[in-house]
């Protein structure tokens, strides 16, 4: 009599990943079993979502009450590149008598995780889900229930319902939810499941779809499926008080008391999960205090000293649970809390300012995962209060981001508005925000302001009025006043400086002259190459009095306008460059006229930027710049215009084209690779002409070009690699300049991997099937395969991919007997990770006509 195993085990389950290089993965899938069945497995076999799969084997058996085994199975996989993966794992079959799943003994249990790699995100692993996928409802009361899903990567959680799976990952067909009196839900954002209420009893199964999510892209996904047993009872789940939620500097210490009644005067005991009790550096700790204990009561502290390795822009999540003793039907109640950890504010920076740059420094934030500093600006005091869980500088204060700093330890940043200069006449405030290392944000810095210094003497012009190798450039400034305060009774000495750059870091003496008034402001550099630019000055001057020489105040500098040109297509782009102490308000823009030889005005702008179109490719054009612009000194306005040097250009195509679409598949029967492209916005490839393609046989070489196109109608190819169809491929579009696209998304195919062996030949020499030949459409480099016969001595062995066996002993002239012979073959397969080695074993059928395989002996 033969019995008939029914493997109807399979309760509930989830599979998490952890990255351990950049492809590859360690795997952990978590099984709850029903412990009365017989069946039980060792391994589980995965499929990776690349065409592979393997089998995981169990490293941990748990016994737990209600006839529950908690199983753990771990292995490692490497995926041939970057893509996105569903890993499957199946089991014949689901437990009996799970109500909303029709026939659920005869329904294979399968669970699925998705996982994104994609090197440009960074490293990525599965959250992991801390509450036990198993739990216990009341018919007729409410039922919550939270996942305590954590994220070490700091990533993003959402939460959704979706339908329990069968084979292959398949959605059961006929699943329904679970009945319920009023609603059934999940919280999007906090993962809680609520069951409002269970009308039926028994055994209910839920699909959880916990999604992970990186800057707005969707990076994976867990299903967890999940087993509720719902009992008539007349037992009342304990009420646990509110913890509430928290934000909390990183350094500070949380402590929250969390206390549980029960009305039917059961004893309570309490637990808690979720992240912070799983952190690296100082977890949390949840203790019962065991004087409080009494009937139907119970209280538990939780407390965390929070560290600096902690700061995130995800909250942690807190899971508490009570459970009540009740001898036949004990009931579980849950409450959660949400912790943001923030990074302490650095310090108040401390001011330096200039005639129109003001230095910034503050000292290194002790918090040792800060990884740089955002500094914020902004024209007068705002009286920011930070809010307790807003880190980061909002927007409304009115303060913007304008710079960032390479590490912690980098603390100083000159603010010389981008080298634009800061303009005299305001009060400039800032705040410092510490930066962590997954983008999270500081509380910010006590705000400081300060003005900038007014040099004297105060410039007022520095304008080009001869263009040449030796042109001039006119200085002037304001006429200082209240010296008899200081008192500096003269006779004076100005001394005129120039420097060969845009902030004056090269100051060197120029020229000089006396005065006795102080009525002359004004000095002409000539002989000074206006070509060339920018240039600075500052003036400095000097009570020349016999015996009581010394200088009068601190000078300040002030550049050359010069317009920075870059040629575009058909248009240039002209930037007005300068560092000056006043402030422009407008521009006046000048074009050589090649006919007449004079400079014609073209436009007019009060930006710092404007844009000449309507050019021709290849036809150089000069221009100049007249800025009009003002400031107040000592309550007096004065106003100034000041002319620019020259610059020419010639406007060309350097703008590449946008990168197309890459799509392709392997055709693996007839052993090429068929790539097309596409662009998914045609108005940004117009003046394409042709493309190139790149081609890398694995994952790790650099790809290399293989082809070139020059038609912009040729848009798709058939590559026909020699030793392998795995590789990568890259596509670029290049234009009538010959601006080469920046490359496509890379497409990595490792499609073909079918190395099969027949289980049947007949060497008889009737000319049909006398060699023993694979059924491939993979790429193989070698095999190593041995056959035996059915007493274990080696018949055959062979080193060929083909194999072309033609049924001889060992190579000699020998058939061996027909009946059935046994194989080992280990095929080395070129991927896109390089040679990769499976195993493949079975039997073949061999049908000989002779009939001397009666022992073989070996020598």
Same mark, same amino acid.
């Given at each position: ?29 978590? @099984? ?12 589980? *076999? ?53 109500? +909303? ?11 699925? !995780? ?59 067909? %006929?699943? !329904? ?14 993962? /809680? ?7 039926? !009893? ?32 007349? +037992? ?24 549980? @009644? ?33 009937? %139907? ?17 995800? #909250? ?30 650095? /310090? ?17 934030? &002790? ?59 305001? *009060? ?56 008899? &305060? ?44 206006? @070509? ?29 306008? #010069? ?70 000194? %000592? ?55 042709? #493309? ?22 040729? &848009? ?22 010959? +601006? ?80 059935? #012979? ?28 002779? /009939? ?8």
């Amino acid at each position: 009599m033969t019995l008939q195993v029914h493997a109807t085990h399979n309760r509930a389950g989830e599979i998490t990943l952890t990255q351990l290089d950049e492809l590859t993965y360690q795997i952990q899938i978590t @099984t709850f079993t029903y412990t009365l069945s017989q069946a039980d497995r060792d391994d589980l *076999e995965v499929q990776w979502g690349d065409n592979t799969f393997s089998y995981a084997p169990r490293v941990e058996l748990m016994k737990l009450p209600n006839f529950y085994q908690r199983n753990v199975y771990i292995t490692q996989h490497t995926f041939p590149g970057p893509g996105v993966y569903e890993i499957v794992v199946q089991d014949p079959n689901r437990n009996d008598g799970v109500k +909303n799943i029709p026939n659920s003994v005869n329904v294979i249990f399968s669970i699925k !995780t998705t996982i994104m790699i994609n090197s440009d995100l960074g490293p990525n692993s599965t959250p992991v889900l801390l509450n036990p996928p198993i739990d216990r409802a009341a018919y007729g009361q409410i039922f919550i229930h939270n996942p305590a899903a954590y994220d070490p990567d700091g990533d993003s959680i959402s939460y959704k319902l979706t339908i329990c799976t069968e084979q292959d990952g398949r959605p059961i067909e %006929g699943y !329904t939810l679970p009945p319920a009196s009023d609603t059934l839900f999940i919280d999007p954002y906090t993962g /809680d499941l609520t069951w409002i209420t269970p009308s039926d !009893t028994g055994w209910f199964n839920i699909a959880i779809d916990v999604e992970e999510w990186r800057s707005g892209v969707k990076i994976g996904n867990i299903v967890r499926d999940m087993q509720i047993e719902v009992y008539n009872t007349d +037992n009342h789940a304990p009420v646990q008080t509110d913890p509430g939620n928290y934000c909390i500097e990183a350094g500070s210490v949380l402590t929250v008391d969390i206390e549980a @009644t029960d009305e039917d005067n059961d004893s309570i005991q309490q637990w808690a999960t979720g992240g912070p009790f799983v952190v690296d550096v100082s977890p949390a700790t949840y203790t019962i205090d065991e004087s409080s204990i009494a009937i %139907g009561y119970s209280r538990a502290r939780f407390e965390w000293k929070t560290d600096p390795t902690h700061v995130r822009k995800q #909250y942690y999540t807190a899971v508490f649970k009570a459970e009540d003793s009740h001898p036949e039907t004990p009931l579980v109640s849950i409450k959660n809390m949400n912790i943001k950890v923030l990074g302490p504010s650095p /310090d108040m920076p401390t001011l330096i300012p200039g005639s129109n740059s003001i230095t910034v420094t503050w000292p290194a934030d &002790t918090c040792l995962p800060v990884t740089e500093y955002q500094i914020y600006r902004k024209a007068g005091p705002a009286g920011y209060v930070p809010d307790t869980c807003t880190g980061g500088v909002p927007s409304e204060t009115g303060f913007s981001l304008i710079g960032s700093t390479d590490s912690r330890l980098d603390t100083i940043f000159v603010d010389d508005n981008n080298g634009n200069g800061l303009s005299q006449g305001n *009060e400039y405030c800032y705040m410092i925000v510490s930066v962590y290392p997954d983008g999270a944000l500081s509380f910010p810095s006590p705000e400081n302001c300060t003005p900038l210094v007014e040099g004297s003497p105060s410039l007022l012009e520095v304008s080009v009025t001869e263009h040449s190798s030796s042109g001039t450039i006119r200085v002037a400034w304001a006429k200082p006043k209240g010296l008899d &305060t200081i008192p500096a009774n003269g006779p004076y000495e100005y001394f005129i400086y120039r420097s060969d750059d845009l902030l004056g870091n090269n100051m060197a003496q120029v020229g000089s002259f006396s005065t006795a008034d102080l009525n002359d402001t004004v000095w002409l550099d000539a002989a000074v190459n206006t @070509t060339l630019f920018p240039w600075s000055y500052k003036v400095e001057l000097y009570n020349d009095e016999p015996g009581n020489r010394f200088r009068i105040g601190e000078p300040e500098s002030a550049s050359s306008l #010069y317009p920075d040109l870059k040629g575009e297509d058909n248009q240039i782009v002209i930037r007005m460059r300068k560092n000056v102490p006043w402030i422009n308000y407008d521009y006046t823009i000048y074009r050589l006229n090649q006919g007449t030889g004079t400079y014609d005005s073209i436009g007019f702008t009060t930006d710092d930027v404007y844009t000449d179109v309507g050019l021709t490719n290849g036809v150089e054009q000069c221009y100049r710049v007249t800025s009009t612009g003002w400031r107040i000194l %000592g309550g007096i306005l004065y106003e100034n215009l000041n002319f620019s040097h020259t610059a020419c250009t010639t406007p060309v195509d350097t703008i590449p084209p946008c990168p197309p679409t890459l799509n392709g598949h392997s055709l693996c029967d007839s052993m090429y690779n068929h790539l097309s492209w596409n662009f998914l916005n045609p108005t940004c490839a117009e003046d394409v002409v042709g #493309y190139r393609l790149y081609y890398s046989p694995t994952f790790e070489e650099s790809p290399q070009l293989i082809v070139e196109f020059n038609d912009r109608n040729d &848009t798709t190819y058939n590559h026909y690699p020699e030793n392998t169809l795995s590789g990568c491929y890259l596509v670029t579009a290049i234009d009538s300049f010959e +601006n080469e696209s920046e490359p496509s998304v890379r497409l990595c195919l490792d499609e073909c991997s079918n190395y099969l062996l027949p289980n049947v030949f007949s060497p008889n020499g009737d000319g049909i099937n006398d060699l023993y030949r694979p059924q491939r459409t993979s790429y193989v480099e070698r095999v190593e395969m041995t056959i035996f016969n059915r007493w274990g001595i080696q018949v055959h062995y062979t080193e060929d991919p083909d194999i072309n066996w033609d049924g001889k002993v060992n190579d000699s002239d020998r058939l061996v007997s027909p009946g059935v #012979y046994y194989y080992i073959c280990d095929v080395y397969e070129y991927r896109l990770t390089g040679i990769e080695v499976y195993t493949l074993t079975g039997f073949i059928y061999v049908y000989s006509g002779e /009939d001397n395989d009666v022992f073989i002996e070996t020598k």
